[in-house]
Each structure stands twice: as structure tokens, then as C-alpha cells.
């Protein structure tokens, strides 16, 4: 082999590492993403599972005081 093929590929070897490199950082950064994603997700089920408790709640005692004035 010549010098020049192998100058060749150790460039191109350089590039794959490099790009190795920068995926791998990407991926992380998508991790964090998908975690700050998910956690966001449980809070926002939460919150809408408090809000559907509080509707219900509405409803019941609304139900309750349209009852009295059947009553009277």
C-alpha cells in the first residue's frame, strides 16, 4: 500500500470517529429530550386527572342542589 492510500484512510477514519463523536452526543441530548418530554407527559396526566376529579365534583354537588329545588 502507499502512503497516500493509507493517509486516505486514516482520514476517513478520522471522519468516522468524529461522526461517532457527534451522534453520540446527539443521542444524549435526545435522551435528556425525551425525558424532560415524559415527565412533562405525567404531570400534565396528573394534572388533568385532578381536573376530571374537580368536574365530577361539580357535577355532584350540582346535581345535588338541582335535586332541592325538585323537592320543592
Same mark, same amino acid.
Given at each position: 500500500? +502507499?502512503?497516500? $492510500?493509507?493517509?486516505?484512510?486514516?482520514?476517513? $477514519?478520522? /471522519?468516522?470517529?468524529?461522526? $461517532? /463523536?457527534? =451522534?453520540?452526543?446527539?443521542?444524549?441530548? =435526545?435522551?435528556?429530550?425525551? +425525558? /424532560?418530554?415524559? /415527565?412533562?407527559?405525567?404531570? =400534565?396526566?396528573?394534572?388533568?386527572?385532578?381536573l !376530571?376529579?374537580? @368536574?365530577?365534583?361539580?357535577q355532584? @354537588?350540582?346535581? +345535588?342542589?338541582?335535586? !332541592?329545588?325538585?323537592? $320543592?
Amino acid at each position: 500500500m +502507499s502512503l497516500e $492510500i493509507l493517509n486516505q484512510l486514516e482520514q476517513k $477514519i478520522k /471522519q468516522a470517529v468524529e461522526t $461517532i /463523536q457527534l =451522534l453520540q452526543l446527539e443521542i444524549e441530548e =435526545l435522551k435528556e429530550q425525551k +425525558s /424532560q418530554v415524559e /415527565q412533562a407527559r405525567d404531570t =400534565l396526566q396528573n394534572e388533568n386527572e385532578q381536573l !376530571k376529579n374537580e @368536574h365530577n365534583n361539580w357535577q355532584e @354537588h350540582l346535581r +345535588s342542589l338541582l335535586g !332541592k329545588f325538585d323537592n $320543592i
